[in-house]
């Protein structure tokens, strides 16, 4: 999943770098690369994270998947979905 984040991450960066050229001051300069340094941070932990919570709730993964690298974690222990939560209405 750390693949996923990397275009996004890069586009931040390009679009950043656009703004400080833009605006051309020391206040945009030092926001943007907190923006920067938080997105490069914080992008590739939050994909790993949403990715073993669907591995945990036992979503389908896609059809053409080749491996599956969770499978095998002894760490993770997949839960059984819940029969304590509401029925839903499909109207």
Known sequence: M???TKAPA???LLFLIAAVFFF???YTSVISLMIVVF????APVASHIISR???LLNTEIWSKTN????ANDTGIKKSEPSSDLPATKND
């Open 53 to 55: 919570v669907a591995h």
């Open 24 to 26: 051309a001051d020391f």
């Open 67 to 70: 491996i599956d690298e969770l």
């Open 39 to 42: 997105i490069f941070l914080t």
């Open 2 to 4: 750390h693949a996923a």
């Open 10 to 12: 890069f586009g931040i």
